[in-house]
């Protein structure tokens, strides 16, 4: 048997021929091996690839070869379209100009990523797309309409903007509105047409939502009806596929989602029973909100909510019936009655789930009330754990499925992921060795001069006088991760105009302030939980990386509250474990290649005096350490120096 790892990326390999000063990454190497031998064995793996191990060409390396010499297809799902598109636009069609085995591959997102050519006719005839917006908006509607008229994919990422939910909702759909064969676009259907490629490739790039919505799916119908038919699956991004697995089995309904419905009351000539629906729902989400702000409801649902659902769930049974009468109407078209089906559905199942959540029916799952900056309330509820569901579903039915992420492991084991996802026991295991070496290139600061503890009432203004030190040890060029706008808001008030532009969430797009972060090399930027992942700068732009406190999952959230209350050592198995994973996740974002150069000052002081704060020390890279602020600029400057000479 040829040994076609060392053939690709050995010294004297395919990478090397093709690319002068190419150099093998050894952890690159290490993980596509274990890559291949899971393929090979009809195993599933677990692998840790840290930043630069190139982890899309490690696994798709071995994704191809099997692909081609065994011919089996290959399913490749991630938790965001930007490395779904990195793998489609940059890894796969390097490793097809370079690799001599042909194979093809497609991309394949959820359908509210394409346009609807149907939900665009029916928007255009109710005039949702003008009269309604501002005038952001209003721009955006027109834009989307022009280029409505000239895409050949329909996919919304090759716009040059990212559209309000509220315009690109009138000219998209989600699987549960689509109206399937019966729509009178399924011959141009751009969703389809996407479907019908992956169908015909070797390796699918797709995302979690929809690899569980195919799990779901296969489980009740034992057919492959979202997906195409794979035998080898990598989930890159792993450590995020347990929360994301339990927003897809969960649930979420809110009175918006009944207003949404009414639409097909007027649609089926009945605008009494839609002013009706939308009235009661408005009561009912009033009611449900003003229980959530009162004495009796603490962070999720435990007993039988004092709101009375029967008044909104006999108008919703009238519309529901109205759709079912005509769903059985011979005389009305195949789009008529696929659009009653729609609704017939849509309207059982919001009901279901407000009836679910307000008696609390499975006790597997947890219920909670979500109420926004508006006061709009929305009922929630997800499966607390879903690790045998994972087992028997993913893993059980997958021929070898890897888990990849660049951080994978809590501490020095896997144990806390192998817990979440329901791994089988018999999984390889790697961590890939790193390509930078931190403890000459990074240092960790964690200041003991005055800093209070995180908890305690004055550390949000004593945190940004540290901020504020660190802006200018660093001339700017800092990047701020907080774990609530609290302590944001407050780093925020006190560094802007101290000479450094200081870029905050939410100011304007997230794409577009880490373009700027890049580009105003002694910018600031402070963001929260979005922050911590997915942002790269490279080079000088990001030389000082401050973490307010460690990012313990916040106790209120109802998951997490559950998982407390279940079990007694729940800190040691899911807090610590799930803190560790996402710090290491922060810390990522300073070192992004082999010249780099910056300090992480973490404004926690437990992570220093608390035994359990040894555990994250033992998971973060082997940088230096001080608990002396003022050494940031000497050690920038030798840093440098070195890396120069």
């Known amino acids: 048997m040829t040994d076609y790892v060392s053939e690709v990326f050995g010294d004297s390999g395919l990478f090397a021929s093709r690319f002068p000063g190419y150099e093998m990454r050894e952890g690159q190497v290490a993980l596509a091996r274990v890559v291949d031998e899971a393929m090979r064995d009809g195993r599933h793996a677990l692998g840790e690839g840290p930043c630069g191990t190139g982890k899309g060409v490690a696994y798709g390396v071995p994704a191809v070869w099997h692909a081609h010499h065994r011919k089996k297809r290959v399913v490749i799902a991630t938790a965001n379209i930007a490395l779904q598109e990195q793998l489609t636009c940059k890894d796969l069609p390097l490793l097809t100009d ?10 394949l997102k959820g359908r509210n990523n394409y346009l609807c050519l149907d939900r665009l006719r029916e928007s255009e005839a109710r005039g949702e797309l003008s009269g309604l917006y501002d005038d952001e908006q209003s721009h955006q509607a027109d834009a989307v309409l022009e280029w409505a008229r000239r895409t050949r994919t329909g996919d919304v990422s090759e716009l040059l903007f990212v559209p309000s939910p509220q315009v690109w909702s009138k000219v998209s759909v989600g699987s549960d509105e689509c109206k399937g064969d019966d729509c009178p676009f399924h011959g141009e259907c751009f969703s389809e047409r996407a479907r019908a490629a992956a169908r015909a490739a070797d390796i699918v790039v797709t995302n979690y939502h929809l690899l569980f919505a195919h799990l779901a799916v296969r489980r009740e119908t034992g057919q492959d009806l979202v997906l195409p038919p794979f035998d080898l699956l990598v989930c890159d991004e792993a450590h995020e596929a347990a929360e994301i697995a339990r927003d897809f089995f969960g649930f979420s309904v809110s009175e918006n989602t009944l207003r949404r419905q009414s639409r097909y009351a007027v649609d089926f000539g009945d605008r009494k029973l839609a002013e009706r629906l939308r009235h009661e729902a408005e009561t009912f989400f009033a009611d449900v909100a003003a229980f959530a702000r009162s004495p009796a409801y603490r962070c999720r649902l435990r007993t039988d909510v004092p709101v009375s659902p029967v008044r909104l769930s006999k108008a ?10 005509r769903m059985e109407d011979e005389r009305l078209s195949r789009v008529e009655r696929a659009k009653a089906r729609n609704c017939h559905r849509l309207v059982v199942m919001a009901v279901t789930h407000i009836c679910e959540a307000l008696t609390q029916a499975d006790p597997a799952k947890v219920y909670w009330i979500e109420v926004d900056a508006k006061g709009r309330a929305r009922l929630k509820g997800k499966p607390i754990d879903v690790s045998d569901l994972l087992r028997q579903e993913l893993f059980g039915a997958t021929e070898s499925a890897t888990l990849v992420s660049a951080t994978l492991a809590a501490g020095s084991t896997f144990d806390f992921v192998r817990r979440e996802l329901g791994v089988p026991d018999d999984a390889l295991e790697l961590v890939a060795e790193s390509p930078f070496d931190f403890e000459s290139q990074a240092l960790l600061v964690v200041p003991d001069d005055g800093l209070p503890d995180p908890r305690e009432f004055g550390f949000p203004e004593a945190a940004a006088d540290f901020v504020a030190r660190v802006m200018d040890l660093c001339d700017g060029r800092t990047l701020g991760l907080f774990t609530s ?3 944001l808001n407050a780093v925020y008030d006190r560094v802007r105009g101290n000479g450094h532009r200081v870029l905050r969430q939410g100011d304007m797009p997230r794409t577009e302030l880490a373009r700027v972060f890049k580009e105003d090399i002694r910018s600031v930027l402070l963001g929260t939980d979005s922050f911590w992942t997915g942002i790269d700068v490279p080079g000088e732009a990001l030389t000082g990386l401050v973490i307010d406190k460690l990012p313990f999952p916040h106790p209120e959230d109802p998951v997490v509250n ?48 608390k035994r359990y704060g040894r555990r994250f020390l033992r998971s973060l890279p082997p940088m230096l350490t001080t608990r002396r602020i003022e050494n940031i600029p000497r050690f920038l400057e030798e840093a440098a120096h070195a890396r120069a000479s």
């Open 485 to 487: 706008y609290r302590v």
């Open 98 to 107: 370079v690799l001599p085995w042909a194979f093809s591959f497609a991309l």
């Open 562 to 609: 559950a998982i407390c209350e279940r079990d007694p050592r729940a800190f040691d198995n899911y807090l610590v474990p799930r803190a560790i994973i996402t710090l290491r996740q922060g810390v990522g974002r300073l070192i992004r290649c082999r010249q780099d150069v910056g300090v992480v000052v973490l404004l926690d002081r437990r992570i220093a005096e």
């Open 316 to 325: 919703a049974d009238s519309l529901s019936d109205l759709a079912r009468l």
